[in-house]
């Protein structure tokens, strides 16, 4: 059994943008990804707004990420994530 706050690394490490910073940019734009197909998915539930199919992709596979990884390296940067 893992100690808390460690990761499955060999060496034990947790990434971080101070230990990994291209490591946790690709983790923070995979989980933007997955936080955009639940926006998605209860937009298109609750609202059902007509947007046309080649906007939901690039919202998805490229906007909402980017913004996702961007806002949580500032807010790691500002210390509001440590």
Known sequence: MREPGKSN????TVITWTTAPIRYAIFQ??????????????EEGL???PTPTWMKVVFVSAVFP????LGRIWLYRRAWLR
Do not use: K, P, R
Request: proline share 0%.
């Open 9 to 12: 690394h060999s060496d034990g």
């Open 47 to 49: 609202l059902a707004v």
């Open 29 to 42: 734009y995979l989980m933007g990804i997955i936080a955009a197909l639940y926006f998605m998915w209860l």
């Open 66 to 69: 980017i913004a996702w990884t």
